[in-house]
């Protein structure tokens, strides 16, 4: 864990884990969608589509 991610929301955490708890739990779809532009961590980006997914069903 680096020093910024005390101040970084969870969902832009350096540790990809807890990246990825932070998009199970997260509602905006819009947010999911950067993630899924963004992230490096192809687990990352899948866990982003997948809840991207529950939200829209």
């Known amino acids: ?3 910024k991610d005390l101040f970084l929301p969870k969902i832009a ?6 990246r ?3 998009i199970l739990k997260e509602n905006n779809p819009e947010l999911l969608k ?14 982003a589509k997948k809840r991207l997914k529950e939200l829209k069903a």
Not at 37 to 46: A, G
Request: proline share 8%; no cysteine; aromatic share 4%.
């Open 20 to 22: 990825k708890k932070a």
């Open 34 to 47: 950067r993630v899924i532009e963004n992230d490096s961590n192809p687990d990352v980006v899948e866990t």
């Open 13 to 18: 955490h350096s540790n990809p884990e807890v």
């Open 1 to 3: 864990m680096g020093f």
